[in-house]
């Protein structure tokens, strides 16, 4: 185990089907270059290369490098992006703490759109495929990534889940995060767009004590507005917070049951479709 | 704790330049870690010791140097220094920010034998 947070050995995996249960140790490797296939047919995130050693000597010597930390990742998030610009599919990665309601905004933003578009969506959690049943209830198709100890979807990651998934061309793909108000916002999955949701439940200054994550996203989803005349919480103050941030975020204030409602955000997505429908003509 | 992920990322790509540049021991690794991106630079520290070890850079030696945050506003048209995403600019006073500096995570360079 990691001696930083413990994301380390758990080992990512994918989990194609409905509940499988997994026992694999893996070593404290680089997760994201090799899976391998285990009994169950689940794609399973090891471990990856010990020391390199290279034959032959040489001198001390400066190398200069100039490479992004990142750059593996964006290139597997570029192909990822491509993949799915050629195939008509509009990804939306959709990022929060946990419980801000991203699964339960998805369950019934399917509901309402299943019939219109074509829907499939990639699930991200560290343990349980719980997520995952509650989308295939819905009638859509749904795989869930484990991230064993780790505390974000990487595009490695999602490349898979694509292989696994096959999303219906011409639609939506809803990639759920790891509940994490923190990691995910630095790595490019190969999303169009990216949505953070913050719920009327969490703090007004969610924006300002997280930067990264509202910095780096296209929309905020302020969930479970239903809820605003039981609670002493200020929208416009989360907003403002927001837009200190990021000042050209699109805000969508919403909640799954009773009022307002998804329209806004509805609206939203019916807005981006027109856009990559033009955009694709 | 994206951290230690990075702290792999950046073994990997030592690695990869070990094969490409043939050498075997890494003494020295120069990162750019802008003051505004999203990696705090003890916890990055940290993951590089885990990290590296059993690999050529185990026991090297970690330099992180850190680029100011820097910011174009819109309040003023001036390009501004940031100290931290959510301020206001020093120069008006305007949240109408965008980040130009301060954001890198880059490896710069290497001392190899």
Redesign the interface.
Same mark, same amino acid.
């Given at each position: 185990m990691?001696?930083?947070?413990?994301?380390?050995d758990g080992g990512a995996k994918i989990e194609p089907g409905p509940a499988h249960t997994h026992q694999n140790d893996h070593g404290?490797?680089?997760?994201h270059?090799h899976h391998h296939h285990s009994e169950d047919g689940a794609l399973n995130f090891g471990a990856?290369?010990?020391?390199?050693?290279?034959a032959?000597?040489?001198?001390?010597? =400066?190398?200069?490098?100039?490479?992004?930390? =990142?750059?593996?990742?964006d290139v597997i998030a570029a192909q990822n992006r491509a993949r799915l610009e050629a195939q008509g599919i509009i990804a939306i990665n959709l990022m929060s703490s946990p419980g801000s309601g991203k699964t339960t905004l998805l369950v019934e933003t399917i509901k309402r759109l299943k019939d219109k578009w074509p829907i499939a969506v990639i699930e991200g959690d560290q343990q349980t495929s719980n997520d995952a049943a509650r989308i295939r209830e819905t009638g859509v198709a749904s795989v869930q990534v484990n991230t064993g100890k780790?505390?974000?979807l990487?595009a490695e990651m999602v490349a898979q889940a694509l292989d696994h998934l096959e999303p219906p061309l011409g639609g939506i793909l809803f990639i759920e995060n790891v509940g994490n108000l923190?990691?995910p916002?630095?790595?490019d999955l190969g999303e169009a767009r990216r949505v953070v949701l913050a719920s009327v439940t969490e703090g007004e200054d969610k924006? =300002?004590k997280y930067?990264?994550m509202f910095?780096s996203s296209d929309a905020m989803i302020v969930s479970k507005a239903d809820l605003l005349p039981h609670l002493d919480f200020d929208v416009a103050a989360l907003i403002s917070?927001a837009?200190?941030?990021r000042?050209r975020l699109d805000v969508l204030t919403t909640s799954a049951t009773g009022a307002p409602g998804l329209d806004v955000w509805l609206a939203w997505l019916q807005g981006l479709h027109g856009q990559f429908r033009v955009a694709a003509e | 704790m994206h951290e230690l992920d990075l702290a792999r990322s950046v073994v990997d790509a030592i690695q990869a330049e070990a094969v490409k540049q043939s050498f075997r021991k890494v003494d020295l690794i120069v990162l750019e870690i802008g003051a505004l991106s999203c990696v705090d630079p003890h916890a990055l520290e940290f993951g590089m010791d885990a990290a590296t070890r059993g690999t050529c850079a185990e026991g090297a030696k970690l330099e992180i140097q850190s680029p100011p945050g820097e910011a174009q506003c819109f309040g003023c048209g001036e390009t501004v220094a940031l100290a931290r995403k959510g301020d206001p600019c020093p120069n008006c006073g305007s949240f109408q920010l965008v980040v130009s500096g301060g954001e890198e995570l880059k490896i710069k360079s290497l001392e190899v034998h």
């Open positions: 990691c001696t930083v947070c413990g994301c380390s404290h490797g680089h997760a270059d990856g290369p010990a020391g390199v050693h290279v032959g000597h040489s001198q001390a010597r =400066l190398i200069e490098i100039e490479q992004n930390i =990142l750059s593996k990742n780790g505390c974000h990487d923190v990691c916002a630095g790595f924006p =300002l930067p990264d910095a917070n837009r200190k941030i000042p | -």
